[in-house]
């Protein structure tokens, strides 16, 4: 069983700097891309960042030049650097993965529980 956990949430002031991390456990899988997305209440998961296997990353406008997705393949890990941060990225914050699962050669979605990150103004 494959799973996603991620940690580093909470309350920050506006200004200020979050690192979410997202591990991926389990066995029997290689990790292709990863992602982040987030979500607010009464409106839809937006994905905020991603990073593909080859490293390539991609970013919402609104945080470009403030967030960095980044990766460490050795731990199927993946990490969101938050700088400068805003009350309008008060958000819940998902980690997603597609997954190859080896022992079958199919190819699978996976997201974490989700971590709330709040901005004070």
């Known amino acids: 069983q494959v799973q996603l956990v991620e940690s580093g949430g909470g309350l920050v002031q506006a200004g200020g700097s979050m690192r979410l991390s997202c591990a991926a456990s389990g066995s029997d899988f290689v990790v292709l891309n990863m992602a982040w997305y987030r979500q607010t209440p009464g409106k839809q998961r937006d994905l905020v960042a991603v990073?593909?296997?080859?490293?390539?990353?991609s970013y919402l406008d609104s945080v470009k030049g403030r967030f960095t997705i980044s990766r460490d393949n050795a731990k199927n890990t993946v990490y969101l650097q938050m700088n400068s941060l805003k009350p309008e990225d008060t958000a819940v914050y998902y980690c997603n993965a597609d997954l190859r699962r080896t022992w079958s050669n199919t190819y699978h979605d996976y997201w974490g529980q989700g971590v709330q990150v709040t901005i004070s103004s």
């Open positions: 990073i593909r296997s080859g490293g390539s990353t």
